[in-house]
């Protein structure tokens, strides 16, 4: 098999976990450029550098890499609606925060998102329970902080997580789209503005 232009050296040996990362990067880049159907196991091994036999002895098979793949980002995704939730106790600052997660997450890690949120697995099973659990761990943890702070029930408090969590992702996912027509910071203050303009005519609990 010809080698890839962007296929590394073979020979290095490295620790298991190291090994798991290196092929976890390749198979990203693969993932994202090919979309999952067409990418190859071949190519994977070929961009890390190893062997399919040293590919297949951490993955199984090419879904198995990619639910690997997959949970590592909407981990990722989860920790940075948390971490924006818990870093102030002021909900206008919340909001603004919990878009800028969303934001951060679509613009960085060499387009990871789209393996989240535009695969053409989203119709699979796993892939599908994973994206749907990530979202509603998001949703929880906003509707907590609406219910804790408002007269909302949990019910009423869950459909605004909801929309809330909504909104960011499909504003963050437009957004990139149009490779900063509108610049970042701009774009996730127009969008939290917007959202504190709703949430805020709840009125607090004493």
């Not at 981990?75 to 878009?99: G, H, I, P, W, Y």
């Not at 996912?173 to 203050?189: N, S």
Request: proline share 4%.
């Amino acid at each position: 098999m010809t080698a890839t232009p962007d296929a590394k050296p073979r020979g290095t040996r490295l620790p298991r976990l190291a090994r798991r990362r290196q092929l976890l990067s390749a198979a990203q880049e693969v993932f994202v450029e090919n979309g999952y159907h067409a990418a190859a196991m071949d190519e994977i091994a070929d961009r890390a550098g190893v062997s399919k036999p040293v590919l297949y002895q951490h993955f199984p098979g090419k879904l198995e890499l990619y639910l690997a793949l997959l949970d590592l980002h909407v981990d990722d995704m989860v920790n940075r609606c948390r971490e924006a939730l818990a870093s102030t106790t002021e909900n206008k600052l919340r909001v603004q925060a919990t878009f800028s997660a969303f934001f951060d997450f679509v613009s960085t890690q060499g387009e990871a998102f789209r393996l989240v949120f535009e695969s053409d697995l989203r119709n699979v099973a796993p892939v599908r329970q994973r994206v749907e659990r990530s979202l509603h761990e998001c949703a929880e943890m906003v509707s907590a902080v609406i219910q804790e702070d408002t007269g909302c029930t949990s019910d009423e408090a869950h459909l605004l997580g909801v929309g809330l969590v909504g909104m960011a992702e499909v504003s963050a996912r437009y957004w990139v789209t149009k490779h900063g027509a509108i610049p970042k910071d701009a774009a996730e203050q127009l969008m939290a503005r917007l959202a504190w303009r709703g949430i805020s005519g709840f009125p607090r609990t004493a």
